[in-house]
Structure formats: structure tokens, C-alpha cells
């Protein structure tokens, strides 16, 4: 039998509301089911993704429509940037297109592409998802070292899945849906060698339909509201000498006022072989993500190389079950340590207007590879 944090979560909601006393009453509403995008598929475009992620403060191509708004002020021609992801596990290929177009003091920006999808088909379960986006982006130069940008962003959310979780029992979970938001970002370059920058991106809202296919007298379906996790960040760039950068960067996804489910003790006396008589609560905590980034260029040539390394530590793990003191939580998620990838670039400049990158981020259970084209015309 095959369980997961969602199965087991949105289980609860379908238990029947008629119990007798306080202690089996059943949590009839439920927080809102938040979720952070996979940081190593989606982020910036190959360049960014060799460096660990870490490019919001350095965001000179037109993929900043996105990352961060402000950067585009740094583009003095019309520019295009076209990036794709390709996973080496069940995720599908991602990709993404902007376009930026610069007038004196200002710059607007087109872009959109998919930010996450997945494909899995198992024994007991299947699941099938996509989240696409398309928005618009502006800059304006505040002064000749301080940019601010803004971005509206229309996300899609299609998700198909279906978990077997007993012979008898059947979970089924459906979500098409779109939803806006906005993005800020800022960029303050003090000199050619430091610049810092600072971004907030909201996370759509997506209706999130479940039906439980059960012999008992379950409730047959609930609503809720599948969320993607609002981000903020800051990073620095340095630049000690011409052919030399170093960057860091951090982000916090805001996740954990989203979600506090307790797992109601009638769960026990109706599902007892389902829930394995756990007894606890449902917590999802905020992410903070690191990321340190390092290029090298070498300049003098005329066709210009530069390589890249790139760390990325995630602290936190998404939705798991904190049980009682007197209960083990075996067979629900628990709480995991940090994570870390690893990635290496390198990119090709031609003719100072056309750039080709390619990045590889690596982690313990999965590899991406990066390919990206950027152009200013």
C-alpha cells in the first residue's frame, strides 16, 4: 500500500461529521495545501543554474522578467532569452521564453513557459502534473545605480493523480484551475564590483478537487485550495577582478501559516488499519534555500568561454507528520534534513550579442541538465 503526505491529509476531510463528543469531532475545514516549485528545475535560466541559482542580483539577460523584474533596466537592446530543462527522472522537459524590449528609461518584458511538470504511472498510483505561466514584466532606471521592476504573472495548475490506498479504498484528486500574481524586485549597483538585489514573487491559488472512491459512509468530495508557496529573496554579487565572480544568495518560501491539520481521533476508530493508529499533527514548515554561486571568464578571445560552480542548500522538507509524543509515525512522512545539490556551467559568448549556456545540477536522488539561448538583437 502506498501512501502519500497529501493521501493521508486529505483522507481526514472525508471522515463523516457525527461524532459524539469533543474529543472524535472532525476538523470539517482545512487550510490551504501549499507547495514550493522543485528549486532545481525551476529557476533562472543556465547561466543562473550553473551558479547554484544565485543570479538575482546579477540578472543581465531578459530571463530577469521573471526572476527579477529590475534586472531587465541592465538591457540597453531588445533582447530574447529561450531556456530548457531536461530531468533524468520521471519530470518532463520545462522551458521557458521571454522577451525584453528597453525605451530610455524603461523596459518591458514578455515571458512564459512551464515551470514544473511530471509524469509518474506506478502499481498504485498515477500522477500527472503541469503548471505553465505567461506574464509581463517592467523596469525603470531610478538613477544610473538603482533599477525596481514589477511583474504580473497568470499561472496554470492541470493536476491528474489517483492513489490506490487500500483494495477497497481509492484517492482521486483533480485540479485545473488558473490564478494571477504579482512579482517586485530591486537592484542597487553600487560599483562594478558589488551590486545587491532583493525580489517578492506571490504564488497563485489553484481549486483542488478530491473524491474518495470507499464502501464506507464517506463524504464523496471536498474542495480545497492548492497553493504555490509566495517567495522572497535576497543576493549579493562580487566581483573582486574582471574575470572573477562570486555570488550568494537566499530565499525563504513562506509555507508554514498555510497548513496546521490535526489527524482527528476518529480517524483512529475508522481507519485505524488505513492510518496505522497514528495520532499527530500535519505541519508544513517555511523553506529558507542558500545558494552560492562562482564564474570565471576568459576574457581576450573572440569567442568569450566562462565556467561555473554552483552549491544550493534546502533546509527544510515540505509537508510531513509531527506524530504524539506516545506515537512512532511509521508509515507517514517525517520531518527530513537539509538537502544540497551541486552544479557545474559553462557558456560561450559570440560577437558580445549571442550566448550559449549549458548547466548540470546534481543531487543524491536526481540530475538536470540545462540548455539555454540568449540574444540582444
Known amino acids: 500500500m502506498r501512501w502519500t503526505a497529501l493521501s493521508a491529509l486529505l483522507l481526514v476531510c472525508f471522515l463523516p461529521s457525527t461524532a459524539q463528543n469533543d474529543e472524535c469531532c472532525i476538523i470539517e475545514e ?11 528545475y525551476f529557476d533562472s535560466g543556465s547561466r543562473g543554474k550553473g551558479m547554484g541559482g544565485a543570479f538575482i542580483a546579477l540578472a543581465d539577460d531578459a530571463s530577469a522578467a521573471f526572476i527579477n523584474p529590475a534586472g ?21 522537459t520545462l522551458g521557458t521564453l521571454s522577451l525584453a524590449f528597453p525605451y530610455k528609461n524603461w523596459t518591458v518584458a514578455l515571458f512564459g513557459g512551464r515551470l514544473a511538470a511530471f509524469d509518474s504511472n506506478g502499481p498504485d498510483s498515477d500522477l500527472d502534473l503541469d503548471i505553465t505561466n505567461i506574464g509581463v514584466s517592467v523596469a525603470y532606471i531610478v538613477s544610473d545605480k538603482f533599477y525596481l521592476g514589477a511583474g504580473y504573472t497568470s499561472y496554470n495548475m492541470d493536476l491528474r493523480a489517483t492513489d490506490n490506498l487500500d483494495a477497497d479504498f481509492t484517492l482521486e484528486q483533480v485540479v485545473a484551475d488558473s490564478d494571477e500574481a504579482a512579482q517586485f524586485g530591486f537592484m542597487a549597483r553600487f560599483s562594478e564590483t558589488w551590486s545587491l538585489a ?22 464523496n468530495q471536498v474542495e480545497r485550495t492548492y497553493r504555490l508557496a509566495s517567495a ?3 543576493g549579493v554579487s562580487y566581483r573582486p577582478i574582471w574575470a572573477t565572480r562570486f555570488l550568494f544568495q537566499i530565499d525563504q518560501l513562506e509555507t508554514s501559516d498555510k497548513l496546521e491539520v ?3 481521533l476518529l480517524a483512529r476508530d475508522l481507519l485505524g488499519f488505513l492510518l496505522n493508529e497514528q495520532q499527530g499533527v500535519w505541519l508544513m514548515d517555511d523553506t529558507t534555500q542558500y ?3 562562482f564564474e570565471y571568464t576568459f576574457w ?3 569567442w568569450i568561454p566562462a565556467l561555473r ?5 534546502d533546509d527544510a522538507s515540505g509537508l510531513y507528520f509531527a506524530p504524539d509524543e506516545a506515537e512512532s509515525g511509521d508509515g507517514l512522512p517525517t520531518k527530513q534534513g537539509a538537502a544540497t545539490s551541486y552544479s557545474l556551467g559553462a557558456g560561450l559568448v559570440f560577437n558580445e550579442s549571442t550566448a550559449v549556456e549549458g548547466a548540470m545540477v546534481y543531487t543524491s536522488d536526481r540530475t538536470s541538465y540545462s540548455l539555454s539561448i540568449s540574444k540582444r538583437f
Open 30 to 40: 482545512m487550510s490551504d495545501l501549499t507547495v514550493p516549485l522543485d528549486p532545481i
Open 72 to 92: 531587465l533596466s541592465r538591457l540597453a537592446r531588445p533582447s530574447a532569452a529561450l531556456v530548457g530543462s531536461f530531468p533524468s527522472d520521471d519530470r518532463k
Open 198 to 219: 532583493g525580489y517578492w514573487r506571490d504564488g497563485g491559488g489553484f481549486r483542488l478537487d478530491a473524491r474518495l472512491v470507499a464502501p464506507m459512509p464517506f463524504a
Open 232 to 234: 522572497l529573496g535576497i
Open 262 to 264: 490535526a489527524t482527528p
Open 291 to 293: 545558494r552560492f554561486g
Open 300 to 302: 581576450g578571445v573572440k
Open 309 to 313: 560552480a554552483g552549491i544550493f542548500l
